[in-house]
C-alpha cells in the first residue's frame, strides 16, 4: 500500500502540491498529456525551478496563460468538456470529483446554481492546470490513502474578481464546512491568504482524514515552495510512505482492526453491459474500496444485477455522485456497517526476474501469509516466458526464505 501525507505548515494551494509532486519525480508529460485531451495544449506555460524558502529547499512551480482571448466558460460548460473527454476513467472522476466540490462552493458563497459559476471561479488555466496535474501525478506515484494535517487558512483580506473579500477565503471556509475539514489555527502568521479554494478542494477530494501523522515509514518527500514571502518556511512537503512495520505480533485483542464503512447498493436491469462496467469504473475511481456485482431476477422474470460497494463514510457523499451521474437507477440504498480485517503491509520483494510487490497480512494467532500482486505477477510472465505459477512459486519461496533469516 503506498500512503502519501500532506505536511502544509503554512497552508494548501495547488501550485504547491503540484511543485511537490514535480520534486518526487513525476514526468513531466504525465501532466501535458491529460491537459492536450482536454484542448488545452498550448494554452499554458509550465514551468519550475529549485529555490529556497527561510533556508529550506524545494521547488516553485509557475503557471502563464498563454491564450490571447481565453474561452469564458461556465461550470455547466466546463463539466460537459470533462464528461465527454477521452480522459483515463479513474483520472477523470477525480477532476470531476474536484471541481464539483469548487462549483458548489463558490455557488453557494455567491448565491447562484453551480453550473452558473463563471470560469474564472473554478476553471481558470491555473487550476486546470492544478487541478489535473495534481490528480494525474496522486494517481501515477499510485497513491491508495492521502491523510493530510489540518491546514492553517489565513486572516485579513485578499483581492479577487469579486473584490477585496475576507480571509479566510468564503470558498474556503465553505468547503471546510461541507467536507468537516478542521482548519488550523492562523494565530501569528503575517495577514494573508495561506490555503486556496483549489488547494483545499483536492485535499477535500482525495484525503481519507485530517490528522497528525499516524506511524509510517517515509519512503521520499517532495517539497513545494510557496510564492509569498512569511516569517518562516513557506512549504509543502508530500510523504509517500508505507504503512509502520506493525506485524510482528498480533495486538491487544488478537490484532484485528475494526473499520466503520458505508454499504451502497442498487439494482439495475435497465443497464448494457458496457454501462455496467463502465459505472463499476468510475465508482472505483471516486474511491469505493470495493466494488461487485451479483446476477438477480427482478419483478416479471428479468434478469438484472446488484451493484454493491464498499466505501468509508467520508466518500459516501462523493460516490453518490457517480451513482447519480453514470448509474440508471433512481434509487441507492446504504447501510452503515462495520469491517474486521487483518493487520497488513504492501511491500516489494526481490526476485530473480525482478521486484514482485506482495501484500503481508497477520492472523490472530500470529499466522503470516502472503500474496503476490497479479500485475507485476503478468508482467513478468510476459517478458520472461513463464507461467504465472511459475513465478508465484518462486515468489512463495523467496519470501519464505526471508522469513526463516
Known sequence: MTLA????????????????????????????EPLAQLGLAGAYGLQWQEGSSGGLRGLALTVEALEAQPPHRHWGELKALLEASPLDGNLRARVLAVFTRLAEAEGAVHGHRPEQVHFHEVGAIDALVDVVGVCAGLLHFGVDELICAPPPAGHGTVRTAHGVL????????????????????????????????????????????FAAPPALVPLRVGIGLGSRRLDRPNLLRLWLAEPSPALSSPGPGGGEILQPLVLQQAQVDDASPEDLAFLIEELRGAGALEVFSQPIAMKKGRPAALISVLVPPDRAGALRKVWWAHGSSLGVREQLQQRWSLPRRSRSLATAWGPVRIKEALSPQGRRSMKPEYEDLAQLARRHGLSLQQLRAAVQAAWASEERS
Request: charged share 15%; net charge negative; with cysteine.
Open 5 to 32: 501525507y500532506v505536511d502544509c505548515p503554512t497552508g494548501l494551494a495547488g501550485d504547491m502540491l503540484l511543485a511537490a509532486l514535480f520534486d518526487l519525480g513525476l514526468p513531466r508529460e504525465r501532466v501535458e
Open 166 to 209: 475576507p480571509l479566510p477565503a468564503p470558498a474556503v471556509l465553505e468547503l471546510a464546512a461541507r467536507a468537516a475539514v478542521p482548519l488550523a489555527s492562523s494565530e501569528g502568521f503575517p495577514a494573508g491568504e495561506l490555503t486556496t479554494p483549489t488547494g483545499l478542494a483536492l485535499m477535500a477530494t482525495w484525503a481519507s482524514r
